[in-house]
């Protein structure tokens, strides 16, 4: 199994002055690469991706379009994200799905597309607290993995990173225990693992949920999380690199 990747999600916040105080304290924090990225809103992505060059942290986006270009007003594609440098795209987030209504369908084609232009999707799958507690959280999540898989093909999540995210997790403060992410991605590993043992083997599943410093390592110490996709605490330079620490120590 590859070690620990650590991505931060930065969502819609930041100035020019926050985001530059954000990038010196990155640029001077030292990841090994491969280890860490950010994921900053589009137009400070050149501003990242400069500040960040040679330092271990790569870059990614929190959308991409499934289209390549053409009239399609106010998407970004795949294509001109690559071209800037960036290595990722977070597909299928949360957010996007509940409020821009994005199907599996388009998730499928904006994976696609992300891949085409030589990014690697970082696909988040979750469930909301009402499946949870009517104990269908892992039918759900199995059903939004599948929903990708049966369209982009197997062989492609060997190209691709996991993000298991319970909806109610995100920006809560309440983390899935330790437990009920294993569950979850040991659930998400076999089900790969019926169409391919090899990219079941390979693909990182990462736990996102309110990660800070007080919790990684533990959810780190469990073995089918391979890293977290980090919210509010990818915002604090001190809070992003305990993180990266805990991640480092297992
Ligand atoms: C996220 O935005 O993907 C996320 C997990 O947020 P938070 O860490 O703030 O819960």
């Known amino acids: 199994m590859p070690k620990k990747f650590i991505v931060g999600n930065w969502k819609m916040h930041g100035s020019i ?18 280890s860490v990225a950010v994921c900053p809103p589009f137009v400070f992505i050149p501003a990242a991706i400069s500040a960040l060059k040679g330092t271990g942290v790569s870059v990614g986006s929190q959308n991409v379009s499934a289209y390549d270009q053409g009239a399609y007003t106010g998407e ?18 949360s957010e996007r799905r509940e409020q821009w209504l994005e199907s599996d369908q388009q998730l499928a084609a904006k994976f696609v597309s992300a891949q085409a232009k030589g990014l690697t999707p970082i696909l988040c799958l ?5 499946q949870r507690e009517a104990g269908g959280a892992l039918a759900f999540v199995e059903r939004q993995l599948r929903s990708v898989v049966d369209i982009v093909g197997i062989e492609s999540l060997s ?9 109610w997790a995100i920006g809560t ?24 043992d090899e990219v079941a083997e390979k693909v990182q599943i990462l736990y996102g ?28 330079v001190d809070d992003f690199a305990s993180i990266i620490a805990a991640a480092k120590a297992v």
């Open 209 to 236: 949920g309110s990660v800070n410093a007080a919790n990684a390592a533990e959810l780190f110490s469990r073995q089918d999380i391979d890293g977290a996709l980090v919210g509010g605490a990818s915002l604090k």
């Open 17 to 34: 002055e926050s985001v530059d105080a954000l990038l010196s304290g990155l640029s001077l924090m030292g990841a090994d690469a491969g």
């Open 76 to 93: 970004i594609s795949a294509g001109m994200l690559s071209q800037l440098g960036c290595k990722y795209a977070i597909i299928g987030h």
């Open 126 to 130: 979750g469930e909301s607290i009402e």
């Open 173 to 196: 403060g309440k983390t899935a225990s330790p437990d009920q992410a294993q569950e979850m991605h040991a659930h998400i590993r076999s089900v790969l693992a019926e169409l391919s």
């Open 159 to 167: 190209l691709a990173v996991i993000a298991y995210e319970p909806v």
